[in-house]
């Protein structure tokens, strides 16, 4: 005889009948695995992909150059791990070319390229600045799937690599809002009275206040404090977008504190914070999950907004926000395309995480 389902399986099983929902959660594994080993398929695996070539700038996509590699006084050291993560730096110099040859007297004939409308430099090099013996070795093809930017970077390395930084502030973020927001829903809904008269008041008053805004004057005010941007960001985002989380968890908990199984537990003698975190909260995590994929999609956008201004991931790091900064000029023009890249990826990050809310919202809904 078949085990009847529990709450949980049923729930888990009308999330995946949801083709749009599960559909949404594949892109969002698909964004987390591309940010997560980045550096092992992109490109330009330099750090931050900030390989910068100005002779092939603004190329279009499906730009292909042949490069040769020159020696530099550079020692590079670093750990697979190490580069898994941050990437490799270059102990080589890369020159674009149109051809290298070799001659007999050991000079190689090379023909460099100087950019599109620009006539090619043609000069001789000696063998010994080549970065290895053979000549053919130090020839390299790339091809820039997505084109080059105005500094002649690769556009798709930098579009990887600014998932991480979407990726990684929805992740702080939420993780700071909810577990702010649960605190104080949690003692709002709990002990009611003028605890809960307070911390409504104070949810009205950041309520009224446009969450980009809120998070901008964060930034201002914490910038002195903190070297890192990311850490700004994570503060910036994450103690403006706590009111949601609350106002949910408030209302499920005057919701449910009046039931048998609570005041059971009261009359037990149990400790106020027993009750809540370890009787009310696990009762009401639907609820709570879904505003955490709620509140993640607005994180992406804030920090999209953040950096588009310029209060962002500071310049070399890779952003959507600031790579629609950068490219915003381009807009009208035939190279639109840089501008709807990271744009389009926001939307399609956004959206998903929205989605995956939404499902997660109808497969949690008893009334289903």
Known sequence: MQKPLTPNQKNLQKFRRNKTAMFSLGVIVLFVFMASFAYVFIPDNSPDANLQNPSIAMQSPGFKMKFLKLKTDKKVKTSWFKTLFLGKELDFKLIAILSAEEKNNGKILVSEFKGKGFP????ELDK????????QENIVTKTYYLGTDNQGRDVLSRLVLGSRVSLLVGFVAVLISSLLGIFIGSIAGFFRGWADKFIMWKMS???????????????????????SSFVIIFIAIGFTMWVSMA????GQILGIREIQFVEAADSLGF??????????LPNILGPIIVVAASNFANAILIEAGLSFLGLGVQPPTPSWGGMLNEYKDFVGTNLSYLALFPGFLVMILVLSFNLVGNGLRDALDIRN
């Open 120 to 123: 090619s430099i043609n000069y």
């Open 205 to 227: 008053v950041f309520w009224s206040i446009p969450t980009l805004l809120l998070s901008m004057a964060l930034y201002i005010s914490l910038k002195d404090f903190f070297e």
């Open 247 to 250: 106002r949910i968890v408030r």
């Open 271 to 280: 400790s106020n914070a027993r009750i809540i975190f370890k009787h009310i």
């Open 128 to 135: 010994r600045e080549l970065f290895s013996e053979n000549l």
